[in-house]
């Protein structure tokens, strides 16, 4: 899809995929946009890439306060970003400073300084004529300014130097609760806030004049080539596409339970205690899946891909020749090595590029274990949403606590996610363990209100007919009617 | 700068730094002025006898025997103003004492200098 774009709305690359992607393309030039976190979060990072995408003849130039420029370029070469058409002003103090001969007292910096600094910077900018300009950090003006009044016109006047030449200036503010750079969000035309919790790095545009942007917390990753930002997935509102055709499960007994199958590009919750075949169930769906041609993925938060193949192997699943044509993949995921929006992006990515029709999450509470973040639930919830509107149908697998006793699906909370939910318990009946499956809700269709037998075996699975007899399937003992008549 | 001397005024800075000194030389400089700067006491007493119109004394850093050199000024009728890293009652009595007309603190504000000495020099 190409859009014809206007002049105005042309935009700078940030350097950063996922950045351009939450500010609708990049940057507006001309503009002045602030990039404010504590200390490590990343700040001058961002402005390595924002420099390092320009053009040779975009003349990108970095204004540094504080960092001497051979540290940058030091580690901007670990990070792996290209800085070499990149000219640096160094206002950063020098060795000398700290001894006697450069310290001075007489006057305030804010007296002694202010001039040249400007004098530099001003001549600088002529000079070199740069699009792009990256300055860390604003704040230091701050001491060069006798008061905030100061500091705000001086920072007024600077922003409006640049934007007379229409470049595009990219600032830091080192905030803090001690010095709030409440001004500085005044002034700038757009605010991209870094921030570490917990270990989890994230980036979040609060301002962005003249564009739409992506809000919320996006998780983003500091490594060896530098820095990368994965967007949050938000519900997006598109029509919710009600489709009828049914997925078939492969055991006829199963798809009269479900008076069909589940509808494509439902979400389905695969409840059930830990052993009792929940996945099996799921992988049933792929099989039958792949007999059409359609690709499935599953994602494993608990098991490894081997076990999981093995087991399929078993139960007449052919999960084997099934991933040597391209119509399973079983992804392991390794516990805390993504955050919830990077698992996102990997799954969407998966989704356009390999058109998967199937998704398979093992398990929400593997889910919720093994991924950094904030709001894990709401982003599972985000992305099964986008699974939904593209067409792809989920199955979530949801590990009830209790083996055995009253039948809860779930923690109440994450069961308003699905569209249809089958579980599947142990019973007890005639003093011999058993398991049963049943369909507690299904939006789209009716469904059979009895329970039925189900049993995993090396033919597969086994469904067998209504237990309609039975009474209290949603206590821990159901009681076969017919019994409870004679014993009365 | 008095209006009879063709010479701009000679103004007597002293600071045991030199950084200060430099910047209080491109301040008074700018301003029309000559300096005479010093940064110990040898060198003050062999300046103390030059035609100086008016002197800067930043007394951190020298001992007690800059009060001395302070009342040799005021008994040539130089004017002379105390500069003080901090605002002190006692430092304030003592620069009065010695002569001094008034006693700065650290940082100074070039455009209220520049208005004192004008006047001093008037």
Known sequence: MTIARSPSDQRLSTGIPGLDEILSGGFLPGRAYLVRGGPGSGKTTLGMHFLSAAAPEEAPLFITLTEPVAQLQNNAERLGIDMRHVQFLDLSPSPQFFTEVETYDIFSPAEVERAPTARKITETVERLKPQRVFLDAMTQFRYLAGDAYQFRQQVLSFLHFLKERNTTLLFTSEASPETPDEDLQFMADGIIHMRVAAGIRFLEVTKFRGSNFASGAHTCKLGATGMQVFPRLLPDVMRERLSTEQISSGVPELDALLHGGIERGTITMLCGPSGVGKTTLGLQFMKEAAARGERSVVYSFEEEVDIILERCEAVNIPARSMTAAGTLQIVKIEPLQYTADEFARLVRRDVQEHGTCLVMIDSIAGYRLSLHGEDLEAQLYALSKYLQHHNVTVLLVVESAEITGDFRVTDAHISYLGDNIIFIRYLEMRGEMRKAIGVLKKRLSDFERTLREIEITSQGIKVGKPLSDLRGILSGTPEWITERRSDG | ?122
Not at chain 2, 11 to 25: E, F, G, K, S, Y
Not at chain 2, 50 to 59: N, T
Request: proline share 4%.
């Open chain 2, 1 to 122: 700068m008095t209006d009879e001397t063709a010479q701009p005024a000679l103004i007597l800075t002293v600071d045991v730094n030199q950084r200060n000194l430099a910047l209080l030389a491109q301040v008074l400089q700018q301003a029309g002025y000559r300096t005479l700067p010093v940064s110990t006491i040898t060198a003050l007493d062999q300046a103390l006898e030059a035609p100086i119109s008016l002197a800067l004394i930043d007394i951190s850093g020298f001992g007690a025997d800059i009060w001395q050199r302070c009342e040799r000024l005021h008994e040539r009728a130089i004017p002379l103003l105390v500069i003080s890293a901090r605002q002190s009652a006692a430092l304030r009595q003592a620069s009065a004492a010695h002569g001094a007309r008034d006693m700065l603190v650290k940082p100074l504000v070039i455009r209220e200098l520049l208005g004192l000495i004008r006047s001093l020099l008037q």
